[in-house]
């Protein structure tokens, strides 16, 4: 579908829509089933990231990796956090 990250940038935003309609702040989500996790955090001041792993290799080790993508994302949020102009 040519339209599928648009889709789920859309289901993102209505949900995060929703949860400031129940008072409550949204700051990110964590699924996982056998077949993949996903995460969305906050990444910048004004954006959200989402990253999604296969569980297809057969080294993965769950905890290991749910550890060291959050480290990542955090690591990855300072550096982008320095092109956003101060205000």
Not at 32 to 44: G, P, Q, V, Y
Request: net charge positive; glycine share 4%.
């Amino acid at each position: 579908d040519a339209h599928r990250f648009e889709k789920i940038s859309n289901i993102v935003k209505q949900f995060k829509l929703s949860c400031g309609k129940a008072q409550s702040q949204f700051q990110g989500l964590h699924v996982s089933n056998s077949k993949f996790t996903a995460f969305i955090d906050a990444f910048t001041a004004n954006t959200y990231i989402m990253v999604i792993i296969s569980h297809k290799d057969p080294a993965w080790g769950q905890g290991t990796h749910t550890a060291a993508t959050l480290l990542n994302i955090r690591k990855a949020r300072n550096h982008f956090e320095q092109f956003i102009p101060r205000s």
